[in-house]
Structures are given as C-alpha cells and as structure tokens.
C-alpha cells in the first residue's frame, strides 16, 4: 500500500507529462487565407458583360472596359422604365470559410451594389445575393460580408437559404440608386476576406445559415485575423434594387 502510495506523485508526472505533449503536438486550428477573384491585371482575365434595363424597357446604359490594372464601369442612370444597370462575369470558386467579399473602389460618390451568383432558383428565376457600399473619390477598401447580401427576383425579396459559398459561380456590380444622371466605378481588386482562427466554426454557421439551423451563434469581430485596411467601408445597408 505504502508503495502504491509512493509511486502515485510518479503517475501523476507521467501523466501531466503526456498531457503537456499532447497539446504542444495538436495541429494548429487553419488561417482562412483570402482568395482572388479579379485583380484586372489582364483584359482577358474574364469577359465582363453589360446588361442594361432595356430588357425591361429602360434606357440606361453601361459600359465596362479593363485598363491599367483597374474595372472601370461607367455610364447613365436613367430611372423612368427601368433604373439599373450591370456588368457580370462568370467566375467558379469555393469561398468556404470566408467572411465575405472585399474590393478596392473609388468612384463618383454613388452607391453601387456587388452581386454574388451561387446558382440558388426560386419560383422559376435565378435568386439574387446583393448588397449596396458606398464610393467615393478616394481610394477605398470597401468589405461585404455574406450575411449582408439581400436575396431578390427582380428586386422583390423572396425568401431563399442563405448564400451557398462553396458553389459561387460569378460575381455582377450594379448601379440602381434611383438617381438620374452619369456614374463612374473604377475597381482594383475583388477577394475574400477571411475567417481568421476559427475557421471551422464560421463554415459550420453558414451551413446551418442554409439549413435554418441558428443553434451556432453567430461570427464575432473575434473571428477576423486583421482589421481592415485604412479607410475602409463596413456594408451594407438594404438595397432596394432591381
């Protein structure tokens, strides 16, 4: 017994001895490093299409152009019959375990709308996921996060899962601010931004997002691995667009 006793002060050295390896050898949990969708550093880099509200009867009209490394989107707004005007581009990529999207844009002062496609149907018609951010003649890093985007067909909200981020398929801007007049986008960049350390747990919130699941709680200001970047724009406020 008195043995017994002795070796217990061993077994338990041994044993918080493991412990203490065991944890200096568990894997790191990942950092969700972004993921580019567009840097413009090439014309062909994609092909950005025009789509004008003259399929509704309006006459606003874009025009999209790629040069010295920037998007450039520009045009008139013309709100009678229609109020909108877009360019798209198709572009497959997983974003699971992102936070949302981030670009680098400097405009004319208006409020335009990004525009993620991930293929969901409802009623027949392709379900928007769009949200609006702010420009203006400066510079700036302008972040969306995926619970901002608004589901709509036609600018109708309809009640749709939330946005699949593992099957974005491509990526439209808008311009619907319901102001007559010229307007002017330039865009540097389009990425992700990421999920930081906890990289696990956000992917299972956005799944459940899907499912109508709400048990996990929600990403906190915790989950994000930097802050973003000087000047930057926190969206969104709800659109109301086409």
């Known amino acids: 017994m008195c043995s017994l006793l002795l070796s217990l002060p061993s077994l338990w050295l041994v044993l918080g001895i493991s412990a203490g390896l065991h944890v200096a050898n568990k894997e790191p949990v990942p950092v969700s490093a972004p993921v580019t ?6 014309a062909d880099e994609a092909e950005w299409n025009v789509v004008n509200d003259g399929v509704m009867g309006g006459r606003s009209a874009g025009f ?13 707004l013309v709100t009678q019959g229609g109020g909108f005007t877009s360019v798209r581009a198709r572009r497959a990529v997983d974003l699971t375990g992102q936070l949302g999207i981030e670009l680098r844009v400097r405009g004319s002062g208006r409020q335009f709308e990004v525009e993620l496609d991930d293929g969901e149907r409802a009623y027949g018609r392709t379900v928007s996921r769009r949200a609006p951010f702010a420009t203006s003649a400066e510079w700036t890093v302008v972040r969306v996060p995926f619970s901002a985007l608004r589901s709509t067909i036609f600018g109708r909200a309809v ?30 960049y389009v990425r992700s931004y990421g999920a930081g350390r906890d990289t696990a747990r956000v992917s299972q919130w956005y799944a459940r997002q899907r499912t109508g699941d709400t048990t996990l709680r929600p990403v906190s200001a915790d989950d994000v691995s930097a802050s973003p970047p000087a000047r930057s724009t926190m969206c969104c406020r ?3 667009a086409f």
């Open 159 to 188: 009640n749709a899962p939330f946005i699949d981020v593992a099957r974005i398929r491509g990526m439209g801007l808008y311009m619907a601010d319901g102001q007559d007049g010229p307007f002017r986008l330039e865009v540097d």
């Open 238 to 240: 709800t659109a109301s």
């Open 64 to 76: 999209v152009a790629v040069e010295q490394g920037t998007l450039r989107f520009t045009g008139t």
């Open 37 to 42: 969708l567009f840097t413009f550093d090439r």
